[in-house]
């Protein structure tokens, strides 16, 4: 069974930053573009950013000069690097592994973040 191990989430005061990992194996990770996802509280869960297999990222708009996805092939991880955190990026934030060609769509189990105004 594919596992996609996040950890990283907690409780953080805006203007603050945190750093979320997502681990897996590398038969996934070597072939898949890895992604954030977040869902708040009584909203749909929404792309934060995602990174090709090649490296190139794409962030949404509300996040973008904030948050820095990153990946390091070697330990198999995925990084979120939110920082200047808001409220409003209160969140569970999901890990998502994603390849059309090899027919993967694989979630982690969430993270909780909670930014304190």
């Known amino acids: 069974q594919v596992q996609l191990v996040e950890s990283g989430g907690g409780l953080v005061q805006a203007g603050g930053s945190l750093r979320l990992s997502c681990a897996t194996s590398?038969?996934?990770?070597?072939?898949?573009?890895m992604g954030w996802y977040r869902q708040a509280p009584g909203k749909q869960r929404e792309l934060v950013g995602r990174i090709t297999s090649g490296g190139d990222t794409n962030y949404a708009d509300s996040v973008k000069g904030r948050f820095t996805i990153s990946r390091d092939n070697a330990k198999n991880t995925v990084y979120l690097q939110m920082n200047s955190l808001k409220p409003e990026d209160t969140a569970v934030y999901y890990c998502?592994?994603?390849?059309?060609?090899?027919?993967?769509?694989?979630w982690g189990q969430g993270t909780q973040v909670t930014v304190s105004s």
């Open positions: 998502n592994a994603l390849s059309v060609t090899y027919r993967v769509n694989y």
């Open positions: 590398g038969s996934i990770f070597n072939i898949a573009d």
